[in-house]
């Protein structure tokens, strides 16, 4: 059983910080004669500038800049998918480049220095960089558009087999507790997926709305191979996934009753907002109207009330699993266990079901009434009507 969690093993590699790292391979290889050092560091900053400017940069590549060895010349960052370039200041004070190129190949990163041939150092004044766009205004090497055209027919024959059957559509709109089938199926999915490395179907799954993309459409659709209830590998790799790995660890009934009450959260502009997760193995009463942290008035856990010290197996993205987009209660599952990519893991999945029914949009309700007292954790009747408190 491979037991990794997120992007890393768990016990087995451990994320640093990246200034320590940045500066302790600096030392190392100017200790081993090496004088013109660059770094590519998979983490960005945000900007209000276009692609060749310095405007308003901040983030984690900033910082670096500002506390990274002199020994380093250059500094590229990436991951956020903004583009700048910047030459900002380090701890000594001397100017360096720092530039993002973007993302998805839109850019390059032009970066030239002048070495001293003597020293090997960078000559002081010399290192810049610059976003140059990629533009289309150039004849195509045939070498690669050939390969292109290999594996866009590869793609295209892999997008087209069929995977199974639907017996209706399965929309994305959401009902008024923001239930939607498609959101179901995805949480059903992944916890079937979480307990193919266990043994064991996994209590419940939880899914983050950014996760879930689209629906499933009975009707044929554009591709010639489609036909009346046919499921296409095409349509559901587009349905659902971020290029997240699915994650199955242990959670507390506080834990899972605390993520519920972070659906409701204020933005910035100190608005509420409301994000719905899709739920597998779970009913939630819920009365929207109370409080921030009282409005979650009873859990049930395949029947059964949730009990606030009871360890529960729970399947999710591993974003979720990082306690990213606003749900910070997920964070850190114990006995972490990761399945595949949630694409791959999804199609998979969808490919070993005979005739897949759109779940129902039963497991949450709204219901308004006197403030929840947490203490108590009432049970309340597990099939009152749905929609929305009036």
């Not at 004044?125 to 558009?145: F, K, L, M, S, Y």
């Not at 266990?198 to 591709?223: F, K």
């Amino acid at each position: 059983m491979e037991r990794i969690f997120a992007s890393y093993q768990v016990g087995a590699l451990q994320a640093g910080e990246m200034l320590d790292a940045v500066d302790a391979e600096a030392e190392r290889l100017a200790a081993q004669g090496v004088n013109a050092i660059v770094v590519l560091a998979h983490e960005g900053a945000s900007t209000t500038g276009t692609f060749d400017q310095c405007a308003d940069v901040q983030g984690p590549i900033v910082d670096l800049a500002a506390h990274a060895s002199p020994l380093v010349d250059v500094i590229v960052g990436g991951h956020w998918h903004t583009a700048f370039s910047c030459m900002l200041p380090g701890p000594d004070g001397t100017e360096r480049p720092v530039i993002s190129p973007g993302h998805h190949g839109r850019l390059f990163a032009d970066i030239r220095f002048d070495v001293d041939a003597v020293t090997g150092d960078v000559v002081p004044g010399t290192a810049a960089a610059t976003n140059v766009p990629v533009t289309r205004d150039i004849p195509a090497d045939a070498g690669i558009a050939a390969t292109v055209d290999y594996w866009n027919g590869v793609g295209g024959q892999l997008w087209a087999d069929p995977l199974g059957t639907v017996t209706a559509d399965v929309p994305m709109t959401l009902d008024d507790t923001g239930e939607s089938p498609m959101k179901n199926l995805v949480a059903d999915a992944y916890r079937d997926i979480g307990g193919e490395n266990l043994g064991t179907r996994p209590d419940l799954a939880m899914v983050e709305p950014y996760q879930v993309r689209g629906g499933i459409s009975h009707a044929v659709g554009t591709n010639a191979a489609d036909a009346p209830a046919r499921v296409l590998f095409g349509e559901a790799w587009a349905a659902q996934g971020r290029g997240s790995s699915i994650v199955t660890g242990r959670l507390t009934g506080a834990q899972i009753r605390d993520v519920l009450e972070q659906q409701w959260r204020t933005d910035a502009a100190g608005a509420e907002q409301y994000v719905p997760l899709g739920l597998s193995g779970v009913t939630v009463v819920a009365n929207p109207t109370q409080p921030e942290g009282q409005r979650i008035k009873s859990v049930r856990v395949d029947g059964r009330p949730l009990l606030a010290h009871h360890s529960y197996v729970v399947s999710m993205s591993s974003r979720l699993a990082l306690g990213m987009d606003g749900f910070p209660a997920l964070a850190d599952p114990r006995d972490p266990v990761r399945s595949d990519m949630d694409y791959f893991a999804f199609t998979s999945w969808w490919g070993g079901q005979d005739v897949v029914t759109p779940p129902a949009t039963d497991r949450v309700d709204f219901r308004c009434g006197p403030a929840w007292s947490r203490p108590g954790w009432p049970v309340l009747p597990p099939n009152v009507p749905g929609g929305s408190c009036g």
